[in-house]
T-cell receptor, first 118, second 111 residues
Framework: EAGVAQSPRYKIIEKRQSVAFWCNPI?????LYWYQQILGQGPKLLIQ????????DSQLPKDRFSAERLKGVDSTLKIQPAKLEDSAVYLC????????????????FGSGTRLTVV | SQKIEQNSEALNIQEGKTATLTCNYT??????LQWYRQDPGRGPVFLLL?????KEKRKERLKVTFDTTLKQSLFHITASQPADSATYLC??????????FGSGTRLQVQP
């Protein structure tokens, strides 16, 4: 099966500019996640979607970050305006679990978008 | 607050030896624990999942243990190879919440 697709692979922007990342999950996976991974740290959850509804966005900096998942498939994550501390890798993952919880399934991650804010 | 601790120092071992990585957690009561491998420039790859009622799980050269009393999971790679060099992440799972990852331990296997 095809993996999780993300684009772009790399992005360099100046602070205060805006940027958007795109993710196409594995076909049929109802749950989609966006994680932020700063160099030397583990991935940190930004937002979780179940189909096209938000399940958890408690760690999303809503004053500058936004995300949507139209029609329960593709998703976009936007940052506006970007700050220097947003420099990180943004990972998209999907999972096939529905009601049984993530304890039964591993996540499939994309390769990520490396964002550098200068 | 909930905390996941993995050894931040890189683990260097010789090819053929067994690598043992540790994942400790506090203020958690996970029902499951997952382990992932991450190579530079790539997303994490799911390796193994162990449930709280399973003391040990094996997959080829990999073995994971889960001690809910010690609040610890150990990840072993037997007969390690240079291709096993990567960062390994653990993620205790509680309920239906999304995974929270440790910071990972980098393993370097010397030929």
């Amino acid at each position: 099966e095809a993996g999780v697709a993300q684009s772009p692979r790399y992005k360099i922007i100046e602070k205060r500019q805006s940027v958007a990342f795109w993710c196409n999950p594995i076909s049929g996976h109802a749950t989609l996640y966006w994680y932020q991974q700063i160099l030397g740290q583990g991935p940190k959850l930004l937002i979780q979607f179940q189909n096209n509804g938000v399940v958890d966005d408690s760690q999303l900096p809503k004053d500058r970050f936004s995300a949507e998942r139209l029609k329960g498939v593709d998703s976009t994550l936007k940052i506006q305006p970007a700050k220097l501390e947003d420099s990180a890798v943004y990972l998209c993952a999907s999972s096939s679990y529905r009601d049984r919880g993530p304890g039964n399934y591993g996540y499939t991650f994309g390769s990520g978008t490396r964002l550098t804010v200068v | 607050s909930q905390k996941i601790e993995q050894n931040s120092e890189a683990l260097n071992i010789q090819e053929g030896k067994t690598a043992t990585l540790t994942c400790n957690y506090t203020n958690y009561s996970p029902a499951y624990l997952q382990w992932y491998r991450q190579d530079p420039g790539r997303g994490p790859v799911f390796l193994l999942l162990i449930r709280e009622n399973e003391k040990e799980k094996r997959k080829e050269r990999l073995k994971v243990t889960f001690d809910t009393t010690l609040k610890q999971s150990l990840f072993h790679i037997t007969a390690s190879q240079p291709a096993d060099s990567a960062t390994y992440l653990c993620a205790p799972v509680t309920g239906r919440r999304a995974l929270t990852f440790g910071s990972g331990t980098r393993l370097q296997v010397q030929p």
